[in-house]
């Protein structure tokens, strides 16, 4: 059984910058994909940022039109660890952000292709 525990959350003002942390336990996830998706009160989950996950590739990164630019995702493949780092925050981004692991070749953007889900972790941006 894997187990993923997002951390990094907080309040923070437009403009400013927070770096969420994703650690994954209970299983290898090489050859997997790990992503990033939030969800707002009254929203669907949506998609944020995915990365390959093999230790012997760079890991290909993918980003939602919203946050490219913005938002940069990384792993720590030698500490199961997956980043989100956002600067230039924007009220826009409040959401409860939670980090999933999903089998490579599927659709990286469909929540329904991830079978592993962390809790979430809180971000809420002031204007």
């Known amino acids: 059984q894997a187990q993923l525990v997002e951390s990094g959350g907080g309040l923070v003002q437009a403009g400013g910058s927070l770096r969420l942390s994703c650690v994954a336990s209970g299983r290898t996830f090489s050859g997997a994909r790990m992503a990033w998706f939030r969800q707002a009160p009254g929203k669907e989950r949506e998609f944020v940022a995915a990365?390959?996950?093999?230790?012997?590739?760079?890991?290909?990164?993918y980003y939602a039109a919203s946050v490219k630019g913005r938002f940069t995702v990384s792993r720590d493949y030698s500490k199961n660890t997956l980043f989100l780092e956002m600067n230039t925050l924007k009220p826009e981004d409040t959401a409860v952000y939670h980090c999933?692991?999903?089998?490579?070749?599927?659709?990286?953007?469909?929540?329904?292709?991830?079978?592993?889900w962390g809790q979430g972790t809180q971000v809420t941006v002031s204007s």
């Open positions: 999933a692991r999903g089998p490579a070749g599927t659709s990286y953007t469909d929540p329904n292709s991830y079978n592993y």
């Open positions: 990365i390959t996950w093999t230790a012997w590739s760079a890991g290909a990164t």
